[in-house]
């Protein structure tokens, strides 16, 4: 082989290297999740009266009941990393869909008493303790990591709009269940800060979730 042949051999060597060193420090993931104040999400998901909000956002003080018939509070989950989502037993399209792909983060942290799943009947007059407790069994569903809850509906609706912003502002209002397809999923840390939101029917995207978590875990200090 003359030298010609060799140089050129070992320029594209050296360039094939460089595209790929930098396509995977563009793809790699982040090692600090951002926080997400209100202003920083699509208003079209965030309450008008909270767009202005671009700092210091918690999701603060609530009270729902779990399928195991225990009062939950945000004292509960002092210390744990939040998943949230929203959804009904009776729902025939994306809860299903949904449950299924939040499982596989159940079996991933079972056992981790860092975490905690809080899946939100949107329907409380139907879901009651013992219909989600049924639906737990029967989903497989781990009491020690995921809890089922129910509350008022005035207060999913705040917790739905003003809290997790899992669904659009205004959609659905002359409806009594407007928001109940939403497939969105929200991480919340260990201080109540928004820290992420998720496909919670594509797999790839609950695949991020499950590494978000556990950058959560290692560092649970935000990027700014």
């Known amino acids: 082989m003359n030298r010609k042949n060799l140089l ?6 050296i360039v094939l290297i460089a595209i790929y060193s930098i396509g995977g420090y563009i793809m790699r993931e982040p090692e600090r999740l951002p926080v997400y104040n209100p202003a ?10 909270l767009r202005r909000v671009g700092r210091n956002f918690k ?8 399928h195991l018939g225990d009062t939950i509070t945000e ?24 449950t299924r792909e939040l499982k596989r983060v159940q079996d991933e942290f079972k ?9 939100h009947t949107v329907m409380p007059e139907v879901d009651s303790i013992p219909v989600l407790r049924h639906y737990a069994e029967i989903n497989g569903i781990d009491p020690s990591i995921w809890w089922l809850v129910r509350a008022d509906e005035g207060e999913i609706q705040r917790l739905a709009r003003k809290v997790y912003f899992a669904v659009k502002d205004g959609y659905g209002e002359a409806d009594d269940h407007g928001f109940i397809h939403t497939e969105n999923v929200v991480i919340v840390d260990t201080q ?33």
């Open 111 to 119: 056992g981790d008493a860092r975490l905690i799943l809080m899946s």
């Open 8 to 13: 050129l051999i070992s320029l594209t060597a």
């Open 59 to 66: 999701t603060g003080s609530f009270s729902v009941v779990n």
């Open 40 to 49: 920083d999400l699509n208003p079209e998901l965030v309450d008008s009266s």
């Open 75 to 98: 004292k509960s989950v002092e210390g744990k990393i939040r998943v949230v989502n929203f959804f009904f037993t009776t729902c025939p399209s994306i809860c299903i869909d949904m």
């Open 192 to 224: 109540g800060r928004l820290r992420g939101f998720y496909d919670g029917t594509d797999a790839e995207d609950i695949q991020r979730l499950i590494h978000h978590i556990k950058i959560l875990m290692k560092d649970d200090t935000p990027r700014y």
